[in-house]
């Protein structure tokens, strides 16, 4: 989204107002647990480091309180268990949090690339007997290879999805929209 607004302002209106994942779920779970006496702090661990910039703007704090506190990259995190002397092989194994009964399979996909459109088109075409969603290969859209590309066919509609890896893929797909070289209806960066 910062990309877009420095970069290619006239394109916000074609950027999603949904909030990321992560930010979703640390809402979600501030709202959840606001009650308790205690303060909640929300640490979110995330592979890419503009989480960071992501955690602090102003749209996603609560009367001044940021959603996600605090963001530790996975590099960050792998170094700090190193460091510790943890060895993740010599503990017991322990059940998860569960702080919500039930979830779906989407939330799960959420975290790899391609995985929000994986999420949306599953939606869409949420009945199991249409034959487009059986005929799409999901995997086909996942994976960190630059640019991933797939045709979805939805109640007689074309719907034409890239699937972007880093800023610089960003930047080719958006200067190929703009010259008119090529056509998306839904892009994941």
Known sequence: VNYVENTYPDLMNNVSTCKSPMEMFAAVLKEHYKDDDKKLVSVAIMPCSAKKFEANRDEFKNNGVPD?????????????????????????????????????????????????????????????????????????????????????????????????????????????IKAGEAHYDFVEV
């Open 68 to 176: 996600v506190d605090y963001v530790v990259t996975t590099q960050e995190f792998i170094n700090m268990v190193n460091e510790s002397g943890i060895t993740f092989s010599e503990l017991e194994p322990e059940a998860l949090d569960s702080p919500f009964e039930s979830c779906s399979g989407a939330g799960v996909i959420f975290g790899v690339t391609g995985g929000v459109t994986e999420a949306v088109i599953r939606k869409v075409l949420s009945d199991q007997t249409v034959p487009a969603l059986r005929a799409l290969a999901f995997k086909n859209v996942r994976g960190m290879d630059g640019v991933k590309e797939a045709v979805v066919t939805a109640f007689n509609h074309e719907i034409k999805i890239a699937i972007v890896s880093g800023l610089k893929n960003a930047d080719n797909i958006i200067k190929n």
